[in-house]
């Protein structure tokens, strides 16, 4: 099947998804939960088989800047769906599943960089995969700390109507903040030692800059996590903090990649 076909069947089961759950909040119901990770795992599929054949070539791997934002948000709905099954996260799903629609159809529909295939050794491939985890965690992490923020702001305003009715306890959202913090910092360690064993520069012109951002990122999910555990951090300080990192972390990938596969190439 043509990967544009099957971004469009994802895009009309993630959108269908969302709007299913977001007229059920409205009505201050809570979702069929079954149903909405069903409707997910569909476009969650529909989503990969599409990407697969865009990400695997005869000549390697092709990592660009859209194939990997559709990799990443893939990496986060899968993370996501399975954590639904053990824990509360499902209104993270009104957030991710738009995330799912728009790199899915960005990815067939938006000319790509000019980014060579990698072709690598078995360390490298798991130095990537490592990095996209990462990401994937504590993209899931920013996601939750936004709902985090809202849940505090109108609680603090005396208006848990809507939406808020159907967060776990304000406790229970900062205790899932920050294990997909601790979970995506440990990932991120992994991935930047890996980085420093198997390429042979780090430091190189071209990895440079990602280099030195996701080192900062690391230094401030560490101190963040320090803080909590030592100083008891929360709200809104967490919060902060946990957007600070993220931003560095995207920037070291996402901002390298767009100045090399296209601002570099206008």
């Not at 005869?58 to 899968?78: E, P, Q, R």
């Not at 295939?117 to 996601?143: D, K, R």
């Not at 109507?161 to 910092?185: C, D, K, V, Y």
């Amino acid at each position: 099947m043509h990967p544009l076909l099957l971004s469009l069947i994802a895009a009309a089961f993630y959108l269908g998804a969302t709007a299913y759950q977001g007229t059920s909040l409205a009505r201050r119901a809570a979702p069929n939960k079954p149903l909405l990770l069903v409707l997910g795992l569909i476009a969650l599929l529909a989503q990969g088989l599409s990407l697969l054949p865009q990400l695997l070539t005869a000549n390697g791997l092709v990592l660009d800047f859209f194939n990997a934002a559709n990799l990443i948000s893939a990496a986060v709905i899968c993370i996501t769906l399975l954590a639904c099954l053990r824990i509360p996260v499902e209104n993270l799903l009104l957030l991710l599943y738009p995330l799912g629609t728009l790199t899915a159809l960005l990815a067939v529909l938006m000319p790509h960089g000019t980014l060579e295939p990698i072709n690598e050794q078995p360390g490298i491939l798991a130095h990537i995969l490592l990095s996209v985890l990462a990401y994937g965690l504590l993209t899931i992490a920013v996601f939750q700390a936004l709902l985090l923020l809202i849940q505090d702001h109108r609680l603090k305003h005396k208006h848990p109507a809507g939406l808020i009715r159907n967060f776990p306890p304000l406790q229970t959202m900062e205790s899932l903040l920050f294990g997909f913090l601790w979970g995506g910092w440990i990932l991120l360690s992994l991935s930047l030692l890996s980085g420093w064993l198997f390429l042979d520069n780090l430091f190189a012109q071209h990895l440079a800059h990602k280099t030195i951002l996701s080192c900062f990122a690391w230094v401030v999910f560490a101190v963040l996590l320090w803080g909590r555990h030592q100083l008891g951090w929360r709200g809104h300080k967490a919060i902060r903090w946990t957007l600070a990192g993220f931003c560095l972390l995207m920037l070291a990938y996402f901002g390298s990649k767009l100045v090399k596969e296209f601002i570099l190439h206008i």
